[in-house]
Structures are given as C-alpha cells and as structure tokens.
C-alpha cells in the first residue's frame, strides 16, 4: 500500500522534489525516524498486542494505546519543539482524554479478560502508542522545513524499506509475490482512500498546527468510526458515545481557538521585528 503511494506520488514529483534540497542531516533523519517508527514499528506492535488478546474488541490494548498516545505526543511536542503546555490546554487534553473514552466504551467498561497474554499485550500497546505519538512530533519537525507533499512522499518511500526487513527477517517474503487481484485492488482502494491520501491531508494540516494540539484533535477518528457504524450498520449510538462526541467537537473547537491565538501572535511578534 506504502508503495503504491508513493508510485502515485512521483507522478507529481515536480511540486515536491524541489524540496529535498531544503533538508539537513537533522531532518533525514527524522524524516528515517518517523518511517520506522510510524510506518513500521507502530503497526507491528499495535498487531502483535491485538494477536496476544486474540483481537478482542475493546480490550485493554485499544485503551492504553487510545488512552496514552496523545500523552506521548504532547510530551514528544514540548520536548522537541519546545511547544509550551498551558494549564488550560492540559485541562482540555484531559477533558478529551475522558470523551474519547465515552465514545469508545460504550457502556464505559473495559474487556480485562484476555486472557494469559494480556501484559504482553499491554507492553506492544503502550510501544505502538508510543511510536505513534512521538511521530507526531517528529512529522512536525521536518514539516517546518518541508511541504506537506515532501514528507508524505519520504514516508512511503522508506516505509516499505523497514517493513521488508522485518518481513525478511521472519522469511515472509514469498508473500509480497502471491497477492491476488482482489487485494491489490483493495490495496489501491486504501491508497486512495485511508492510505496516501489521508496521510497527505494530515500532514497538510499539521503543517498548519502544533503537534500537541495535532495530537487531541486525532481523538475525532473514534468518533468518525462511530458514525460510520450509525449510518451504514445501522448501530444505535448511546446516551454516553453522543455525550462524548459532543464533548470531542466543544473541545477540538476550544483547542483550535487557542492554536489560532497563536498564530497571531507569532504573526505580530514578526511585524514588530
């Protein structure tokens, strides 16, 4: 899927390639960073922790890698980017932490019973969570340098590098040369869909944005998922999910309010300069 986003990618090559001569040492390899982390690592821990409780649905993996991610993001944030963390912003963070949790847990309690494989599974969420979350930041660091095309195109093209060593190491690789048609197709179906596509209006986005604040208004997919469920499955939302919902939009409004008085800011500060 990686690469067939980035094949589609080079065919618009001349508004990003330009690019790449922007970028320092610094920036290749965070750009490295986010491919391993994001693009390999965090999928296979977040797979491997769903394996160890044999995909049962909410289970302690979805909450500590729902629940944690965002905290390793923010932090990544005001580590690297040195993004300040206001008392107002933690406040809201914590307020989406908990909607989120509404929305996801619909009768608010939590599938404890996984079984032996449960720690394990604990320890692969809370890494996926933690290579996700990190990346965030990471993406935001080369982004400041790069159009958001730039980097989408660096990510699928070393993606696909880290996983095939991992695929290597497990003597996979005879897979990659039995794909049917139906899974290519799907496979391309993704790239156009939550694949390259989504990766590019993301980074677009982030671009814009802080990383912390990037990293709460994330928390919209549980809900989007919901509503994906209410309108072609026919799923009743409950009284808990549509107060979380509700809860996410007041928060991702205030937290959008707040990333904007900051643009203002930094924009005023430069006039007077």
């Not at 094949?7 to 790449?20: Q, T």
């Not at 730039?150 to 590098?161: D, E, N, V, Y």
């Not at 814009?208 to 209410?230: C, G, H, M, R, T």
């Not at 959008?256 to 930094?266: A, G, Q, R, Y």
Request: hydrophobic share 55%.
């Amino acid at each position: 899927e990686h690469l067939f986003g980035f094949i589609v990618l080079l065919f618009i090559s001349f508004k990003w390639i330009g690019d790449l001569r922007k970028m320092t040492k610094k920036e290749w390899i965070a750009i490295l960073a986010v491919s391993l982390f994001s693009g390999a690592l965090g999928t296979i821990f977040y797979t491997s922790a769903l394996q160890k409780v044999n995909f049962l649905p909410f289970s302690v993996v979805v909450l500590l890698q729902q629940q944690l991610q965002p905290i390793w993001a923010i932090a990544a944030a005001s580590i690297l980017l040195k993004e300040k963390i206001t008392k107002r912003f933690a406040v809201l963070a914590v307020v989406a932490l908990v909607a989120v949790y509404f929305v996801t847990f619909k009768d608010l309690s939590v599938n404890l019973y996984t079984g032996a494989g449960t720690i394990a599974a604990a320890a692969f969420a809370i890494g996926a969570g933690f290579m996700w979350g990190t990346s965030t930041a990471i993406s935001k660091f080369v982004l400041k340098r790069v159009n958001f095309l730039t980097a989408t195109a660096q990510r699928f093209f070393f993606a696909p590098l880290f996983a095939l060593l991992f695929i290597s190491f497990q003597g996979q690789t005879q897979a990659l040369f039995s794909l049917t048609f139906e899974q290519i197709r799907t496979l391309l179906v993704i790239t156009f869909s939550t694949g390259m596509l989504a990766l590019a209006i993301y980074y677009y986005g982030l671009k814009k944005v802080q990383a912390k604040i990037s990293s709460i208004l994330e928390l919209a997919f549980p809900a989007a998922a919901i509503f994906i469920d209410y309108f072609l499955y026919q799923k009743v939302l409950t009284p808990t999910q549509i107060l979380g919902v509700v809860v996410l939009i007041f928060v991702a409004y205030q937290i959008t309010k707040e990333n904007k008085n900051n643009t203002t800011s930094k924009s005023s500060k430069a006039k007077d300069l």
